[in-house]
C-alpha cells in the first residue's frame, strides 16, 4: 500500500517536472515566435498551453484523490500541498508563454518588438527558458544551492527589465506608442515568468528545509493544545 | 469534535473574508492615491499588504493542520483545498493593490495618471472594488447567481481597458512614453486584479456545485480501481 502510495507521489513529482519542461520551451519558442514574426511557431506555442492546463488539471485531481484516499501527514501532507502551489505556478507560467506568443500573432506580419531591442528581448527570452530548466532540476535533485541560484537568476532579470525600461524611457525613443506598450507588457510577461520559476524552486526549498514549517508548527500549536489532541506525525504538519 | 471542527472550517472562511475586504478597501484607496497624487495614502497601502499576507500565512497553517488532524474528505476536503487556493488568489490582488500604491509614489508628487484618464482609471479602480466586495459576499453567501454576475463585471472591466488602450493608440496622445507605461501597467493591474476576484467566486461555485469534481472523479477512478480500494465519502473528492 505505501509503495503505491510513494508511487503515485513520484508521479506527480514527474508531472510537475513535465509542466516545467513544457512551459521552458513554450517560452523559448515563443521568444522566437516574437522576434521573427512566425506566426506558425505562435500558434503552436498558444495551442501547446492546453497540454500544460490538462496536466495540471490532472495533478490536481491525483493531489486531491491522494489526500482522501491516504490522508498523509506531516512531510508527505506538505509535499502534496505544495505541489498543488507548484503546478499553479506552473500553469500560469504556461499562460505568460502564451501571451507573448498572442503578442507575437497580434502584431504579425510586424515584429512586436523593434530590431534595437530584439537582443534585449532575445536575452530575457533565454534567461526565462534557463530559470524553468533549473527549476525542473531543482524539483528533480531537490538541489538546494542550485534553487538558490535562481534567486541570483532572477536579479540577472531584474537587470534586464531594467535596461528595457531605460530603452523606453530615453528622449531618442523612435518607435511610437504602441510599440512602447507591447514592450513594457512583454517586459512584464517575462518578469512575472522567472518570478514563478523562482516561487517553484523556493517551494523545493521549503519542503527540504521545512523552514516555514516551524513558524506554523507554532502559529497551529496553541488551537491543537486547546483540542487537547496531539498532532499526527513528526514535524506537525 | 466535529463541532470544533466546523468552527474552524468556519474560521478558515472568515479570514477569506477578512482578506477580501481588505485587498477591495486597498484598491479603491490605491486608486484614490494614485489619482490625487496622496503619498500618505499609498504609503499606508503600501504598509497594509503585510497584514494580507499575514492572514494568509495563518490561513494557510490553519488550513494545513486541519488537514493533518482531522483529515477530511469528500466536500470538507474540496472546501479545504480551495480554501488555499482563493487564499493565493486574494494574497495576489493584494499585491496589484500595492503595485498601484507604488507607482503613486513613485510619481509623487505627479500623478502617474493624466487628467484625461482619469474618469477612466477612476472606474477601473471602483470596478475592481465592488468586484472584491461581491466576491466577499460570493464567499459568505455561497450566491450562485451574483456569483455569475462577476463575469459580467469582469466584462465591463475588459471594455475599460480596452478604453484605456484606445486612448494610448490615439493618434493625439501626447503624454509621452512614460505615461504610456504607466497606464499600460495600470491597466495590467487592474485588469488582473478583477480576474482574481472572478477567480475567487468561480471557486466558491465550483464547491456549492461540485462542477469540476464530477470530471476529477473520473480521473482518478482508475486509479482507485488499481489499488482495489474506494474512495471515502459520497462525492469521491
Redesign the interface.
Known sequence: ?RD?YHE?LDSIGEALVDMARLVGSAIGRATTAILDADLKLAESVIAADQKVDDLQ??L???A??L???Q?P??TD??IV?TS??MS?DLERSGDLAQHVAKLARLRFPDSAVPYDLHATILEMGQLAQRLMAKAAEVIVTKDIDLALQLEQDDDAMDLLHRTL?QH??DDR?KHG??T??DV??LG?YYERFADHAVSVAKRVVYLVTGEHAD??QQ??QP??KG?G?A???GD??
Chains 1, 2 share one sequence.
Do not use: P, S
Request: proline share 0%; glycine share 4%; charged share 25%.
Open positions: 500500500m503505491a503515485e488539471h490532472d490536481e485531481a491525483r486531491i484523490a489526500l482522501a484516499r490522508q501527514v506531516a501532507l506538505r500541498v498543488l502551489r499553479a525600461f523606453l524611457m525613443w506608442i504602441e512602447a506598450v513594457t507588457l512584464r513558524e506554523l502559529d497551529v488551537a491543537i483540542e489532541q498532532v499526527a506525525g506537525g504538519v
